[in-house]
């Protein structure tokens, strides 16, 4: 299958809603990396993980790697985080080290008033 | 700061013609990367560079593709002979250094350049 598997394919949440996304991989990674692909194109990006959990006002993202899984939750639901929401995993085992990143599909979220 | 610039934005080009695709990293940047999107393989590695340097261009299809930086200011990715399935939105990337959890280095990219092969 897919080494990196994102779910949903798409999404749409009510303005003010929350909602999470969730990445699953088919092998240990080292690292995950969250983007948000805008209206225009450009890839936005929202966290980088080794472990465990971080925060950036409404968004929170998860990383276990043990479960390979990653998650990223968005509380309070705005218009302008409409877009493709992709993770990308970071292969290999050395974490000292640079890896490529492989991508998912992305989740398409609509925010809608 | 204007980000990773691309040019063209659009481009429309006729089988078997040639297309060149121009990246601008952000100054000071030493790593450049390029992908390539599609609705139906997602977003693919193509190769990248470090100071100037080809890294690894193992996602590169082998006979029609190629790219080169000649400066630190720009990259290009040229495709000879073009066919109907390099249709795709090209991606440029750029960080300070190797990006990723291992270094802290953020990954910017461009707003791509979409290639319509007819």
């Known amino acids: 299958g897919m080494p990196v598997e994102q779910n949903p394919p798409a999404l749409s949440l009510y303005e003010g809603a929350e909602s999470g996304l969730r990445c699953n991989f088919s092998?240990?990674?080292?690292?995950v990396q969250w983007f948000q692909q805008n209206h225009r194109g450009r890839l936005i990006t929202l966290f980088y993980l080794a472990q465990g959990t971080k925060e950036n006002g409404r968004l929170k993202s998860t990383f276990n790697s043990k479960e390979r899984y990653s998650t990223l939750h968005i509380k309070d639901a705005q218009l302008e985080d409409s877009g493709t929401y992709f993770c990308?995993?970071?292969?290999?085992?050395?974490?000292?080290?640079?890896?490529?990143?492989?991508f998912g599909q992305g989740t398409s979220l609509s925010v809608v008033p | 700061n204007a980000g990773v610039i691309q040019t063209p934005r659009h481009k429309v080009t006729g089988k078997g013609q040639e297309a060149t695709l121009w990246c601008e990293p952000i100054?000071?940047?030493?790593?450049v990367f390029w992908y390539r999107q599609t609705i139906v393989q997602g977003l693919e590695f193509l190769t990248y560079?470090?100071?100037?340097?080809?890294?690894?261009d193992s996602g590169m299809p082998k006979e029609r593709f190629s790219a080169q930086m000649p400066n630190q200011s720009h990259s290009t990715l040229k495709i000879q002979s073009t066919q109907p399935q390099d249709s795709a939105v090209y991606l440029c990337?750029?960080?300070?250094?190797?990006?990723?959890?291992?270094?802290?280095?953020?990954?910017?990219f461009g707003e791509g350049s979409r290639l319509i092969v007819v």
């Open positions: 990337a750029s960080s300070l250094d190797l990006p990723g959890t291992h270094s802290g280095n953020t990954l910017y």
């Open positions: 092998t240990t990674m080292k690292g």
């Open positions: 990308a995993v970071e292969e290999g085992a050395t974490a000292s080290s640079f890896s490529k990143l492989v």
């Open positions: 560079f470090r100071n100037q340097a080809p890294i690894d």
């Open positions: 100054s000071g940047h030493s790593a």
